[in-house]
């Protein structure tokens, strides 16, 4: 747990000048750029006021259940919900709350695993009948990138169609006419959803309202490395080949890069590569990858915050999402060049 000592250590002032500055008091005085310091440096170093760590005791939480829509090896090979885990885990343990993980299995978690809990956080998209489920053995319930079809639960999530927007405008301006997407169907139950996923989504109504909706430049598969090397190969093979490809997640444009490479092709020079989710390896690859930054594991820390104060008598339900950024990279030309 960070304290204010090592706080005040870290910005070279008093102890007691930190705790002032943290609790907003407006009678100290320092400079604005101190004051701004100060708490840019709480912020980094993850500071949590006692007032906070003590509330979650105060509202009698002492368990937060994790049920996953994935199965733990899956998760193990996608970084962006292991961080997304992280920041719920990371954020109970500063307020001293235990959680206890349920993965994704064949058969709906033990009840009672659920009912011994204070509240649930759901990771990822789960259909009807599991919401319902979870809904029936605990009514203190959080999901976290995921918004159900109703307002009556707490949800927090990235706004993945204002993002894909946002990366499509601005490799527009960056002078790429030619912009692929590669992406995947969403499998429930062993069933393709008839809805593409968001991104797929967002990709098709910006295509077809800029008028140049191409089907052989939208193409679907996995959510894995090997799917984006398939669907890349796919889509250069065609005689008007994209000059710009985005993936729907870093590890599917991992798969891009090698069929990229295998045709002789040179990143960004012959095609330039975009992603989401800025997964640690992607600043890495060769080259470095543009790719849209997703909060992870602040979507975890807030849906920690939003069970807590549902537990704390909150009625009236919450619906967040967490702004996007794009990481520009050496995989595309950025707008501003």
């Known amino acids: 747990m960070v304290t204010l000592k090592e706080i005040a250590k870290a910005v070279g002032l008093s102890t007691a000048t930190v705790s002032r500055v943290l609790n907003f008091d407006q009678t100290l005085s320092v400079s604005a750029k101190t004051r701004q310091t100060i708490i840019e440096t709480a912020e980094a170093m993850k500071y949590e006021p006692l007032r906070t760590r003590a509330r979650a005791n105060q509202q009698g939480v002492s368990k937060i259940a994790l049920v996953h829509y994935l199965r733990p090896d899956q998760e193990l090979i996608d970084p962006y919900y292991v961080a997304l885990r992280l920041g719920i885990e990371s954020r109970c343990q500063a307020l001293k709350v235990e959680t206890v993980k349920v993965y994704h299995t064949d058969r709906l978690p033990e009840a009672t695993l659920l009912q011994s809990a204070s509240g649930i956080i759901a990771i990822g998209r789960h259909d009807e009948n599991e919401i319902a489920w979870l809904k029936r053995h605990n009514k203190n319930l959080v999901f976290a990138d995921f918004s159900p079809p109703t307002d009556e639960f707490d949800c927090v999530e990235s706004d993945l169609m204002l993002a894909m927007r946002k990366l499509l405008q601005s490799l527009t301006s960056a002078g790429y006419k030619r912009i692929g997407f590669a992406g995947w169907v969403d499998v429930y139950d062993g069933v393709p959803s008839v809805t593409p996923e968001r991104r797929c989504r967002a990709y098709m109504q910006w295509a077809e309202e800029a008028g140049v909706f191409d089907p052989r430049l939208c193409l679907t598969g996995s959510k894995a490395e090997e ?106 030309r950025s707008p501003a060049q």
Do not use: C
């Not at 069929?259 to 992607?282: K, M, Q, T, W």
């Not at 930054?293 to 704390?312: F, K, N, P």
């Not at 919450?318 to 996007?324: F, G, V």
């Open 227 to 332: 799917s984006g090397y398939k669907l890349a190969r796919q889509m250069l093979s065609e005689d008007n080949r994209p000059d710009a490809l985005i993936t729907a997640n870093d590890n599917m444009a991992m798969g891009a890069y090698r069929a990229i490479h295998e045709l002789g092709l040179r990143i960004p020079e012959d095609i330039a590569v975009a992603s989401f989710n800025d997964i640690s390896a992607a600043q890495f690859m060769n080259p470095p990858l543009t790719t849209v930054h997703l909060a992870a594991e602040e979507i975890g820390e807030t849906a920690v915050d939003l069970l807590l104060e549902q537990v704390g008598g909150r009625e009236l339900r919450r619906r967040m999402m967490l702004a996007t950024s794009i990481r520009w990279r050496g995989s595309t």
